[in-house]
């Protein structure tokens, strides 16, 4: 995954609680073998619905999503998140997540944002009477800022998931930060415990 240290744009208000993963990428879209193409899949029932807000025009180039509580409860699956990013955004903002797709996003390089129901509801207000609002979200110093509203709130972020962010490790990457005494452990294993053939 790559580093990721500060996200800035615009913002999607997506004014919906208790969103599942079933929601957010159908099942149907599980079956493709390729981990690209998800964006299409994303939110695909709703976006029949010529009036959902990811069919409108004002809110297209988001970075960052807004929604309401316990987005991406239900199962786990990392086409959720991969559906998100690859429609472009790089941020979830929410007061709160689904424990394992909040676990996949972190894993994946997708910020979950937790806030204040309070805070969350004003959010969404705010961008939805004006799509242009800018929002910058900081990794580093675990700061969400709307500096044209007046807010700079800290959101909750452990230390091991802020490094992973900054430097854009995935779990593969975790484990390659150990490549060398793994490459020693392999060469003074018993031969015994070496695999047959």
Do not use: Y
């Not at 390659?176 to 020693?184: C, G």
Request: net charge negative.
């Amino acid at each position: 995954m790559d580093p990721v240290s500060i996200v800035s744009g615009t913002a999607v208000p997506l004014d919906r609680s208790d969103v599942d993963t079933d929601q957010i990428i159908p099942s149907d879209w599980l079956k493709q073998v390729e981990r690209t193409g998800f964006e299409k899949g994303l939110f695909s029932e709703w976006r029949d619905d010529p009036h959902f807000v990811m069919n409108d025009e004002r809110f297209s180039g988001a970075t960052v999503m807004i929604a309401g509580p316990n987005f991406g409860v239900g199962s786990s699956r990392e086409h959720a998140v991969w559906a998100i990013q690859q429609w472009g955004f790089q941020a979830i903002i929410s007061p709160r997540f689904g424990d394992i797709f909040r676990n996949n996003s972190t894993k994946n390089g997708l910020i979950p944002v937790i806030v204040s129901e309070e805070l969350g509801r004003r959010l969404l207000h705010e961008v939805e009477s004006n799509p242009a609002l800018e929002l910058t979200i900081d990794v580093e110093r675990r700061l969400l800022e709307v500096p044209e509203l007046g807010i700079a709130e800290p959101f909750p972020l452990d230390d091991a998931t802020r490094t992973r962010f900054l430097e854009g490790l995935d779990d593969i990457g975790l484990t390659l930060q150990h490549e060398s005494a793994i490459d020693t452990f392999e060469s003074e294993r018993p031969a015994w415990l070496n695999p047959v053939g």
